[in-house]
């Protein structure tokens, strides 16, 4: 018999089949041991059973009585003898599902043995929904759930001697089974007596004998392995965040993965801990649960947390552009002007350069992360790269400094990605990208093997723009050949021509309007699905105000083809006012697809917010002003000049008529005047400018000041560098402060800028940009203006040099007055002395905030003796920390070099501030004990109450906090007991550091 056929045999009759004469007995008890020994079992021909409960107890599996006795004549029950078949089975008795019987507890012993055998399909309970673990068991009810638990087979062929077993009971087919396979004899020959109960001795004598002749049972399940492999397979490769990203220690990308781990495996009591592997980016785990183990090598990425602040990647990525990454998204102003020429980066051209790459200008990614910039010539050689920290981030807070060698050797050659074409009916335009920039010059193009002209696209320097000399229809295909294609660096595609064939798209889809901005108080921008026909939108556009009036737009272009600027007449109103935006059926796309009738309403704000001035620059013969937003003329056209050398002050009067001295282009303000090279500053009386609102708000009086430099195009010379060298110092003499290299630069023509000498980025030393706080003097002859020869001195602070080299000092973009620059780099050998060398003490290196935000994390260069309060001074937004605001100072690791300093501070609480009630956590500035409104720095504001009293230099700082905005610390020499090493050296002094 099948074991199948049992299970739904048995669920239908066994809860009929109860013994009559049922009982509770006491419940045995353990009595597990080696050699178990009970008074009334013994080794004798009537006892049938004493081999098998001796086995089972020594098993664990069956239990005596505290008296010594077995009582194998007591008829067994019902929870007995399941966990005895549960046991010899090899049943998972913990891992089990909760069979619902009314009387079985989870806590009952035998609750896992009973669910395991209900689980299997070998016992179940009755109709009532109770299984009566207390009751006695049948001899008919044994032989199902041996025959079931043990898979016997039944053997129809067999005839039983039985009278009192016939094919018309339920238990025939167990019964037969049983006898086939030798398990019972009967109670007499004759007799099997089905409903009589089963013995404790009898019930064993049939599992010890099932267990002799049933095929090999498989070895208990172990759960705890099972446990195991379950926890590894739920283990996968996966990203983390953490601070510095890849760049991160060991120990913090190890902790960023154990947590991970941890979050992954939900199996019950199973340990994992996390190891490094020898392959970079992998991570050994190794799961414990018990005696079980097994190991699962995951591979990791790491990505940057929110408030990391750096560059993370410099590379040029083909001749004509360098990419530049940051660890977290950038404002576009801080690294761009407003003519997407870069700002506050510099490329200095090192040893190997060969072109200086000219102007600038770069595009920032969506995401505000990776920066392209596009050189107007190209990038070949060597170039120190340099970035400060007037870089923002978007989240707020200053982009660390950066320096970096880039290397820009471009031999590969272009390649086509694809070439497009759309058209409503026909065309003659095509667009072809490359994979890097491309030169349209010299190259010959043909469509369909007639001639066609190439331009470069002026968005996008990948692309050439191909118009042949006759239309194609829309939906053929067209063979594009191009000829002599090459990158900026020279190198021709391959083959050499190249073709590919463009279908032109059939677009006769209309355009949409996605979305529209309002801009200020009287200016729409409207962004649509397609690159749309600027000119189509004359006179198609307008607003239409509640009381009927209406106001016609005129169109500009606005941030690309997809986007159109609306402005109209300006409306004076308070607040604000609302307006229907009605844009006709028939203004098109750039292949001609007309849209339909558009119309959105739009609110347009008070715009009560003058325009600034930012920045003043000297550029081919006029002063050029930017302002904060887009601007008009003014009220007022008499602006002022001042000469700084000599305070010389000079009017301008802006004549705006034909742009005769004075035009005005989106924020910029371009004034036509000729003056000197020197220093000056530019007065712009209030109202010279207005903005574009409504209501148009003049600018206040301001002043900036600027540089001129003049061009002289007569002259054509480029300027020299001579005599890179310096004078090393005599072995064993302790270096100053700083060190020098000098060099002479001359033009006897239009003379040498001095600004040009005077910008440190034009300098490196060993392939490196030199070090913050380096300077420039200079000893001139000639005039300031055109000075011939200059005698340069160049200072490099001691405390920079971290090792004494001798190594190529390079000078480099320097110009004269014309604005020639030097025919290839000044370079020589120099030679600076490391001052560590005479000061080995240990340095304090680093500094960062602690994972709770209430410490700070100071790591020195080397072990030093125990740090005190009175060694450091650390200030919070500008503030210096009292000592008894330093709670604690403790050593995070064996080495004795890194240390976390705990910080407290004051808190008044349930205080007004800021239009509510809170907890101000503040710093003490005035040290009277109480908290003044006007004095005191705030560092958080937190909810009222979670502070019961005011307390004193007390209270946790969350470092963390918006309100915490700069935290320096500086090592300072305190005389009683100064920092020092173990071998007693002194530290290095008053250097600040910047954690925040």
Not at 566 to 583: E, K, M, P
Not at 820 to 832: I, M
Not at 924 to 946: A, K
């Amino acid at each position: 018999m099948k074991k199948s056929s049992y299970q739904k045999l048995f669920k239908a009759t066994l809860a009929t089949t109860v013994a009559a004469g049922a009982f509770v007995a006491v419940a045995p008890v353990d009595t597990q041991a080696a050699n178990p020994t009970f008074s009334d079992v013994k080794d004798i021909p009537s006892h049938h059973f004493y081999e098998a409960v001796m086995d089972f107890t020594a098993r664990g599996m069956i239990s005596g009585y505290p008296d010594g006795t077995f009582k194998p004549g007591q008829s067994i029950t019902r929870q007995d003898a399941a966990k005895l078949l549960a046991l010899a089975l090899g049943l998972d008795t913990k891992n089990v599902q909760n069979p619902g019987f009314k009387d079985v507890s989870k806590t009952s012993p035998y609750y896992g043995h009973i669910a395991a055998l209900v689980e299997a399909g070998i016992i179940s309970g009755y109709e009532d929904n109770t299984f009566k673990p207390g009751a006695s068991l049948s001899r008919a009810q044994m032989a199902k759930m041996i025959v079931l638990g043990f898979e016997f087979e039944e053997k129809k062929s067999i005839k039983l001697p039985f009278s009192d077993i016939n094919d018309k009971q339920w238990h025939v087919e167990f019964v037969r089974a049983l006898y086939a396979n030798e398990i019972t004899t009967g109670t007499t020959p004759t007799k099997f007596s089905p409903n009589a109960l089963v013995t404790r001795g009898q019930m064993a004598s049939f599992v010890f004998r099932s267990e002799a002749i049933a095929a090999p049972k498989p070895e208990p399940v172990d759960v705890d392995k099972v446990a195991v492999e379950a926890a590894a397979g739920q283990l996968k490769a996966g990203t983390v965040t953490v601070s510095r990203g890849n760049d991160a220690t060991d120990a913090n990308k190890l902790a960023a993965v154990q947590t991970y781990v941890t979050s992954l495996i939900t199996e019950k009591g199973v340990e994992a801990k996390v190891a490094a592997s020898t392959t970079a980016g992998n991570y050994v785990v190794t799961l414990t649960k018990g005696e079980a183990k097994a190991d699962k090598t995951i591979a990791m990425t790491f990505d940057y947390a929110a408030d990391d602040r750096f560059v993370t990647e410099v590379k040029s990525i083909n001749a004509k552009q360098v990419e530049v990454k940051f660890a977290t998204p950038v404002t576009k102003t801080s690294v761009l002007d407003a003519s997407n020429e870069i700002r506050n980066m510099t490329f200095t051209m090192v040893t190997g350069a060969t072109v200086n790459p000219g102007q600038l200008k770069g595009s920032l990614s969506e995401d505000g992360k990776t920066l392209t910039i596009t050189a107007n010539w190209i990038f070949d050689g060597e170039y120190a790269f340099k970035s400060t920290d007037a870089i923002q981030t978007l989240a707020g807070g200053k982009v660390e400094e950066h320096t970096a060698i880039v290397k820009a050797n471009d031999k590969v050659a272009p390649k086509i990605v694809s070439g497009s074409a759309a058209a409503k009916t026909s065309t003659n335009s095509f667009s072809i990208l490359f994979d890097e920039p491309v030169n349209a010059a010299g190259v010959i193009a043909y469509v369909n093997n007639g001639a066609a002209t190439v331009t470069s696209n002026p968005s996008n320097p990948n692309r050439l723009e191909v118009t042949s000399s006759k239309q194609v229809t829309a939906g053929t295909t067209a063979t594009v050949k191009l000829q002599n294609v090459k990158d900026y660096n020279g190198n021709l595609t391959a083959p050499n021509p190249v073709e590919t064939a463009v279908t032109i798209s059939t677009d006769v889809v209309a355009p949409t309007a996605t979305h529209v901005n309002v801009i200020g108080e009287n200016r729409v921008e409207v962004t649509y699905d397609k690159n749309m026909n600027l000119s189509s939108f004359v006179g198609k556009a307008r607003l239409v105000y509640s009381n009927g009036t209406v106001t016609n737009l005129t169109a500009s272009a606005g941030a690309n083809e997809k986007t159109i600027v609306l402005t109209g007449t300006g409306v004076s109103f308070r607040d604000n006012y609302n307006a229907i935006l009605f844009i006709d059926a028939d203004v098109k796309d750039a292949v001609g697809n007309s849209t339909v009738l558009y119309s959105t309403s739009v609110t347009f704000s008070k715009d009560d917010i003058a325009p600034a001035l930012t920045a003043v620059e000297y550029k081919d013969g006029k002063i050029i002003a930017n302002f904060t937003e887009d601007i008009a003329a003014g009220r007022y056209t008499d602006v002022k000049v001042i000469d700084q050398r000599s305070g010389t002050e000079s009017s301008i009067y802006l004549n705006y008529y034909n742009a005769s001295n004075a035009v005005i282009v989106n924020n910029t303000l371009s004034i036509a005047h000729s003056l000197p090279n020197g220093t000056y500053k530019l007065l712009l009386p209030a109202n010279t400018v207005v903005d574009k609102a409504g209501v148009p708000n003049p600018n206040a009086i301001a002043t900036q000041p600027f540089s001129v430099q003049n061009s002289i195009t007569s002259d054509q010379t480029r300027p020299v560098v001579v005599g890179v060298t310096n004078t090393p110092l005599p072995n064993g003499q302790v270096p100053s402060d700083f060190q020098t290299a000098t060099y002479t630069a001359i033009d006897t023509d239009s003379g040498v800028s001095i600004a040009s000498l005077l910008d440190i980025n034009n300098y490196t030393w060993d392939g490196r940009s030199l070090p913050s706080n380096s300077y420039v003097t200079t000893a001139i002859t000639g005039a300031a203006d055109k000075a011939t020869s200059v005698a340069v001195t160049v200072h490099v602070p001691t405390t920079a040099i971290t090792t004494t080299k001798t190594a190529a000092f390079t000078v480099n973009n320097i110009r004269d007055n014309a604005g020639n620059t030097l025919g290839s780099a000044g370079a020589g050998q120099v030679t600076f002395v490391s001052g560590s060398q005479y000061q080995n003490g240990p340095e304090l290196r680093y500094g960062d905030i602690t994972n709770n935000g209430t410490s700070v994390r100071l790591s020195f260069s080397e072990a030093i003796r125990p740090l005190e309060a009175e060694d450091l001074e650390i200030r919070l937004n500008g503030y210096l920390l009292k000592t008894s605001s330093i709670a604690s100072i403790s050593r995070t690791n064996s080495n004795m070099d890194t240390f976390d300093v705990e910080i407290k501070a004051s808190v008044a609480n349930n205080t007004y501030y800021n239009k509510n009630y809170g907890d101000i956590i503040y710093l003490d500035i005035n040290n009277n004990g109480v908290y003044d409104e006007w004095r005191d720095e705030v560092l958080e504001v937190v909810g009222s109450g979670e502070y019961r009293f005011n307390e004193t230099d007390s209270v946790p700082v969350n470092l963390k906090s918006n309100y915490v905005t700069s935290v320096k610390v500086n090592l300072v020499r305190d005389n009683r007991s100064p920092v020092q090493n173990y071998q007693g050296t002194e530290a290095v002094f008053n250097k600040e550091i910047k954690v925040k």
